[in-house]
Antibody, heavy 115, light 110 residues
Framework: EVQLVESGGGLVQPGGSLRLSCAAS????????MSWVRQAPGKGLEWVAN????????KYVGSVKGRFTISRDNAKNSLYLQMNSLRAEDTAVYYC????????WGQGTLVIVSS | QSVLTQPPSASGTPGQTVTISCSGS????????VSWHQQLPGAAPKVLIY???QRPSGVPDRFSGSKSGTSASLAISGLQSEDEADYYC???????????FGGGTKLTVL
């Protein structure tokens, strides 16, 4: 059974930083692209970033380019999202998902950016 | 504003067939791989359709996906009360733009 478990969310002040983690199990992690998707309160889904199988290629939505960094550690079956210079509009539930087509989803972790 | 356009709402009665559309340009849908996701109230999303029209194991065959030109569709036949949820289309390719989502469709079972 595929499991994706996010952690690291919380309350952070504007301009602050946060690192999200996603622990993966139940599939060959190193064989899949991995993605982060977020959902602001009461809003729709927004793709944030994805990374290829060995971490050599990554893509970002325009609004987070230069502020967020996606990475992975295949030895630990883990995906990360380093979020810097956080803004109020980054407030959302952040989901980890398997593949570029989001074949499996985690339960999400809530990030609140507020003073 | 989403790159992919979905109707904000849809409805049907139990047993009916409902179709949700997802439209865009040739660069947003036509040349991309489409997936569909269901989000029940208070829950994480779940994939219903991947690779335009493939259904993961465990997803009832009441759910089907199709794509033609610059549009994709999700059809739900034999509508059930538990199908009441938000539905999202997503499309990806190898371009630098990555992945785009539709704005979501709230399905109400009357």
């Amino acid at each position: 059974e595929v499991q994706l478990v996010e952690s690291g969310g919380g309350l952070v002040q504007p301009g602050g930083s946060l690192r999200l983690s996603c622990a993966a199990s139940g599939f060959t992690f190193s064989s899949f692209w991995m993605s982060w998707v977020r959902q602001a309160p009461g809003k729709g889904l927004e793709w944030v970033a994805n990374v290829n199988e060995d971490g050599s290629e990554s893509k970002y939505v325009g609004s987070v380019k230069g502020r967020f960094t996606i990475s992975r550690d295949n030895a630990k079956n883990s995906l990360y999202l380093q979020m810097n210079s956080l803004r109020a509009e980054d407030t959302a539930v952040y989901y980890c998902a398997r593949g570029r087509g989001f074949g499996d989803w985690g339960q999400g972790t809530l990030v609140i950016v507020s003073s | 504003q989403s790159v992919l356009t979905q109707p904000p709402s849809a409805s049907g009665t139990p047993g009916q067939t409902v179709t949700i559309s997802c439209s865009g340009s040739s660069s947003s849908v036509g040349n991309r791989i489409v997936s569909w996701h269901q989000q029940l109230p208070g829950a994480a999303p779940k994939v219903l359709i991947y690779n335009n029209n493939q259904r993961p194991s465990g997803v009832p065959d009441r759910f089907s996906g199709s794509k033609s030109g610059t549009s994709a569709s999700l059809a739900i036949s034999g509508l059930q009360s538990e199908d009441e949820a938000d539905y999202y289309c997503a499309a990806w390719d190898n371009s630098p733009e990555g992945v785009v989502f539709g704005g979501g469709t709230k399905l109400t079972v009357l």
